[in-house]
Structures are given as C-alpha cells and as structure tokens.
C-alpha cells in the first residue's frame, strides 16, 4: 500500500530565509509524486509533480523538489520565503495500476512565516 | 474563469437531512474527484469518477453517492446526515495521464 509521512505538522521560518519541507513515501514502484498548497479557506493548488526523469523538479512560486530514490523522499525547497507562502503543504504518492490511479495525500505540514 | 466550480461554498443543516453539493469543470478533464478534509486538515478520497469507471473507496458510507449528468458534473448526494459527516468536501478533477489534480475552493458542510 501506499503511503507518505511528512514528519513536521509546523514549519517556523523568518520572510527571505530558505525553506525545506520534508516528504517521504511508500511505494511499490516508481511513484508519481505531488506537492499542492491550501491557503486558508481555498482548494488545493498543485505546486510541481514528478513522474519520470530529472529528479530534481522545477514549480509554480519558486518552488523546487527533489526526488531521492535511495531515501524515499520528495522535499519541497523555495530558497526564500515570502509571506504570502504562509499555507498549510501536502505532499501526494500515487502510480498508475491497470488504468486507475488514485494519490495518497500526507497530513500536511502548516508554514509559518514571520516577518 | 473558475477551472472547478463547487456550490455552495457553506452548507449548515440538521441531522438527518438530504444534502447536494454540486461541482463543474470547465477544463474538459476526463476524471472527477470527491475528497473529504476532516478538522485535522486530512484528505480522503471518497470517490473517482470518468465515463467509464466508478471507482468507491470502500469506507465510504452508502449514504454518500456521487451523480454525474455529464463528463463536467460530478454531484455529490448525502442521505441522512449525520454530525460525523462535517467536514469540508472538495471536488477535484484530472487528465487521463496526467494525474495532477485541479481542485475545486470547498464545500464547508456543518451538521447540527
């Protein structure tokens, strides 16, 4: 079965210090992997996805992530955080399987940030 | 214009009544989500949905059914509510490949 942790619920960063949010799945294969940002009171807004290739993936808002097979994880990475980056994170492990492919969220992890 | 469309956007009612949450997309996406976010911020899929398949997670109760009139509505109907059933609801929907959702602004619901 699949699965994902992200082991921080919150993140305290001060406004133009760099940012690394933490995501590690479980997955039988080549997973296909998501970070999304909820800001509050919104839906979810898909920020970078990896399938295949370059292990290290460029986002929306200056958000980049990394894929580490050897360690089972996608860490989110912004080099400096804005105030409006303020939102609630969640990281997602899926995979295709005979045509039906339904990601695993985490529990997400809140950013803070002040100024 | 709304790529994901969710109505209303709070929904408070009483134990035991038969609620609607409605969902549109414009994007011409082939599959159609409904996911559950309890108080802890945690998402659950309840239902996907394209026009050949439905799939249900199986912890789903049978009061929850989701009705598609077309490939861009997928409504979402709950029998007999009860006070465990608040939460937010989000409709979702994705390209057959691609599999990054667009998610819909929410549904608050309140059971009292």
């Known amino acids: 079965a699949q699965s994902v942790t992200q082991p921080d619920i919150h993140i305290t960063v001060s406004e133009g210090a760099s940012l690394e949010l933490r995501c590690n799945y479980s997955y039988g294969a080549t997973p296909y992997l998501f970070w999304y940002v909820q800001s509050p009171g919104q839906g979810l807004q898909l920020l970078l996805k990896?399938?295949?290739?370059?292990?290290l993936v460029q986002g929306i808002k200056g958000f980049e992530a990394e894929f580490k097979r050897s360690q089972s994880s996608f860490n989110l990475r912004k080099p400096s955080v804005h105030w409006s980056d303020a939102a609630e994170y969640f990281c997602a492990v899926g995979g295709g399987s005979g045509g039906s492919y339904i990601p695993t969220f985490g529990r997400g992890t809140s950013l803070i940030v002040h100024p | 214009d709304t790529a994901v469309s969710q109505t209303p956007k709070y929904l408070v009612t009483q134990m035991g009544n038969d609620k609607s949450i409605k969902c549109e997309q414009n994007?011409?996406?082939?599959?159609m989500y409904w996911y559950k976010q309890d108080s802890k911020k945690f998402l659950k899929i309840m239902f996907s949905?394209?026009?050949?398949?439905?799939?249900i997670n199986e912890t789903v109760p049978n009061r929850f059914s989701p009705k598609s009139p077309d490939k861009a509505h997928l409504n979402l109907h709950i029998n007999s509510l009860e006070l465990g059933d608040s939460a937010v609801y989000f409709c979702?929907?994705?390209?057959?490949?691609?599999?990054?959702?667009?998610f819909g602004s929410g549904t608050r619901l309140t059971v009292v």
């Open positions: 990896y399938f295949s290739g370059d292990t």
């Open positions: 949905y394209n026009n050949k398949e439905l799939i």
């Open positions: 994007l011409g996406h082939d599959t």
């Open positions: 979702a929907s994705s390209q057959v490949g691609d599999y990054g959702y667009t």
